[in-house]
């Protein structure tokens, strides 16, 4: 499910008009979920993605973001940027999406389909339906 929620934020980040660079980045401290890049911005994005039950403890996953984890992304962020030179001129941002997932129970045929689907406010997917519930920019 957390890798089908980072799907649907991927392709909001395309949409958005964000090349991805990577997806899943990981090293000794921590994993970033998305790197992504707004070239008109000269702006690098660090993308922490939260997928989260409809009922959930965590007020859809924001709750999830303490301090110590945010320090493990920046941990593995400045990470990343050192073995990736090219980049360390550009300014860099870290962003949050949050979302909320349930088992598509409405339709078996086009809802259920490998790609992303959407209508309305809803997301349908991989036999779910995910509501993309904010889009925090500059998050932390």
């Given at each position: 499910?957390?890798?089908?929620?980072?799907?649907?934020?991927?392709?909001?980040?395309?949409?958005?008009g964000?090349?991805?660079?990577?997806?899943?980045?990981?090293c000794?401290?921590?994993?970033?979920d998305?790197?992504?890049?707004?070239?008109?911005?000269?702006?690098?994005?660090?993308?922490?993605?939260k997928?989260?039950?409809?009922?959930?403890?965590?007020?859809?996953?924001?709750?999830?973001?303490?301090?110590?984890?945010?320090?493990?992304?920046?941990?593995?962020?400045?990470?990343?940027?050192?073995?990736?030179?090219?980049?360390?001129?550009?300014?860099?941002?870290?962003?949050?999406?949050?979302?909320?997932?349930?088992?598509?129970?409405?339709?078996?045929?086009?809802?259920?389909?490998?790609?992303?689907?959407?209508?309305?406010?809803q997301?349908?997917?991989?036999?779910?339906?995910?509501?993309?519930?904010?889009?925090?920019e500059?998050?932390?």
């Amino acid at each position: 499910i957390g890798l089908w929620g980072e799907d649907i934020i991927e392709q909001y980040l395309i949409n958005e008009g964000y090349q991805i660079l990577d997806r899943t980045w990981q090293c000794r401290w921590g994993e970033i979920d998305i790197i992504a890049e707004k070239k008109e911005l000269e702006m690098l994005v660090f993308v922490e993605v939260k997928t989260r039950g409809i009922k959930n403890w965590d007020h859809d996953g924001i709750l999830a973001m303490s301090e110590s984890k945010q320090k493990k992304i920046r941990l593995t962020a400045e990470l990343f940027l050192s073995k990736n030179d090219s980049m360390t001129e550009k300014n860099c941002r870290f962003d949050v999406g949050l979302l909320t997932y349930q088992k598509n129970v409405i339709s078996k045929d086009k809802y259920n389909l490998k790609k992303i689907y959407h209508e309305d406010n809803q997301i349908y997917y991989q036999g779910y339906i995910f509501t993309l519930i904010n889009y925090i920019e500059n998050a932390f």
